[in-house]
C-alpha cells in the first residue's frame, strides 16, 4: 500500500460523517445497542463492534488502521503511552515460570518492566549484548518465551540483525518483540525481516509534535486480538479519542518530519565529527559507527537522534556548555519539532538517584524541524565555552 494512501486516506470512512475531510472526534464513552438481538450480536465478538471505548472507539479505529499498514502489520492497537503497550506486549506473551531474552540497555520503564514488575509473578529475564546474535542464542532456555528487542536503542544506539533474530526466535518458538522508535516505520519496518511484535512509544515520532503520550502495538490479528480480549480490556490504559485525532493529524506529516530530521541530523553529525572539541560522535548513519553496514543493511534513513561526548578537562565546563545552547531545549522525550538536548551531566549529583552508567560529558541531542544552520551557529558558539 502506497504510504501516501495509508496517511491521507487509509479508515477514513467519509460518508459516514458528512463528506468531512478530517475525521471527527467521537469523543463518546458508549455506543447504543438497537435492541436485545443487536445487543447479543455485539456482545458475542467485542473486538469487531463499537459498545465502550476501553476497547472500541471510531476515531482511535481510524488510527489503528493507519498504524498496522505503516508497520506491514495485520493489526495494530493504541495505549495511552508507549510504556503501557510495551508491559502489555510482553504481559499477553509470558506466563509464571517464564523467562525473557532482553538488549542489555533497553529504555528505562522496558528494564524496569523485567526488573522490578514481572519478577514478582515468576517471570525472569537475562539482559544480553545483543549486537552479537550468537550472545541472544547462548541465553536461550527452554523456559523462554520473549525475545526483546529495541533496535537502535535511544542512547547509545546499538543494534541487533533483525532477521537473523527473527530467524533465531522462530526456531526457538519465541514470540519476538521490537521497540521501533529510534527509526519509526519511515526508516525500518522490522515484520518485513519477520518479527513478530512492533512497539512504539507514539509520543515520539509518530505523534510528532510533543502534545500527547500515546503508544502501539504491530502484529498478526491473532496476536492482537488476543492482547485486546486480555491485557488491554483487563488493565485499561486506553487512548481519548481526541488524543487518537491528534496523532491522526500528525501522522499526515510524518515522511516530511522524518526527512528534515534525518538531513539536519546527518549534516549536523559531519560537522561536529571535524570539530576539534568533539570526542566522538554516535550516530548509526556516520560511516564511523561500530554497526554502521548493518544500520545502512536494515534502515533506509536515521533520524535525528545522535549523541557526543565532548573533550573537557571536567563537568563544570560540559555543563557550562549546555547552560549556553540557547536554540536547544533541554528535556527529556524527543521526535517533536523541536530540537532538544539531554545532557548526562545532569543526571550525575542528583538527590536519591544513582550516578549514570554513561560519562558526564556525553550529551545526547535529538534535531527537530528548526534550520540545521541556525542549530550549528548555537552549537558552535557554546563549543567555544570548551
Ligand atoms: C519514550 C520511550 C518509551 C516510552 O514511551 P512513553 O510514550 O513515554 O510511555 C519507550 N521506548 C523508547 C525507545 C522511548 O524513547
Not at 486480555?230 to 479519542?241: C, R
Not at 558526564?360 to 550549528?376: A, H, K, Q, S, T
Request: hydrophobic share 40%; aromatic share 8%; net charge negative.
Amino acid at each position: 500500500m502506497h504510504l501516501s494512501h495509508i496517511l491521507t486516506h487509509l479508515g477514513e470512512d467519509r460518508e459516514q460523517y458528512f463528506n468531512a475531510v478530517s475525521p471527527p472526534v467521537i469523543q463518546s464513552s458508549n455506543f447504543v445497542f438497537d435492541n436485545i438481538a443487536d445487543l447479543r450480536k455485539k456482545l458475542s465478538d467485542e473486538g469487531a463492534h463499537h459498545i465502550y471505548t476501553r476497547g472500541n472507539n471510531p476515531t482511535v479505529q481510524i488510527l489503528r488502521k493507519k498504524i498496522a499498514a505503516l508497520e506491514s502489520a495485520e493489526d495494530a492497537l493504541i495505549f495511552g503511552s508507549g510504556a503501557a503497550a510495551i508491559a502489555m506486549a510482553v504481559i499477553g506473551n509470558v506466563k509464571a515460570g517464564d523467562h525473557i531474552v532482553c538488549v542489555q540497555s533497553p529504555y528505562g520503564w522496558t528494564h524496569k518492566l523485567l526488573t522490578s514488575f514481572l519478577v514478582r509473578f515468576g517471570v525472569s529475564h537475562t539482559f544480553v549484548d545483543a549486537t552479537d546474535t550468537k550472545e541472544i542464542a547462548a541465553a536461550v532456555r527452554p523456559e523462554t518465551s520473549v525475545l526483546f528487542l529495541e533496535s537502535p536503542n535511544s542512547k547509545t544506539f546499538e543494534i541487533q540483525d533483525l532477521s537473523a533474530c527473527a530467524a533465531l526466535a522462530k526456531q526457538h518458538g519465541l514470540v519476538s518483540i521490537i521497540d521501533n522508535s529510534y527509526a519509526s516505520p519511515i526508516f525500518q519496518r522490522p515484520i518485513e525481516h519477520g518479527i513478530d511484535i512492533v512497539v512504539h512509544s507514539a509520543t515520539k515520532y509518530l505523534n510528532g509534535h510533543s502534545d500527547v503520550v500515546v503508544g502501539v502495538i504491530c502484529g498478526r490479528k491473532k496476536m492482537i486480538d488476543k492482547i485486546f480480549a486480555s491485557e488491554m480490556m483487563t488493565l485499561g490504559a486506553t487512548i481519548s479519542p481526541h488524543d487518537a485525532a491528534l496523532v491522526i493529524r500528525g501522522l499526515r506529516t510524518l515522511p516530511l518530519r522524518m526527512q528534515r530530521s534525518h538531513e539536519s541530523a546527518m549534516q549536523l553529525v559531519q560537522s561536529l565529527r571535524k570539530h576539534p572539541k568533539v570526542e566522538q560522535v554516535y550516530y548509526p548513519f556516520s560511516p564511523d559507527f561500530p554497526q554502521y553496514e548493518l544500520a545502512r543493511k536494515q534502515m533506509t534513513g536515521a533520524g535525528g537522534l545522535f549523541s557526543v561526548r565532548l573533550k573537557a578537562d571536567n563537568i563544570q565546563q560540559i555543563e557550562t556548555f549546555c547552560d549556553k545552547l540557547q536554540r536547544f531545549l533541554m528535556a527529556v522525550s524527543w521526535g517533536g519539532h523541536e530540537s532538544l538536548i539531554l545532557p548526562v551531566c545532569g543526571l550525575y549529583h542528583v538527590a536519591g538517584r544513582e550516578d549514570p552508567d554513561l560519562p558526564w560529558n556525553f550529551i545526547r541531542f535529538y534535531i527537530g524541524l528548526e534550520d540545521p544552520d541556525w542549530l550549528w551557529e548555537d552549537i558552535e558558539r557554546a563549543l567555544e565555552e570548551l
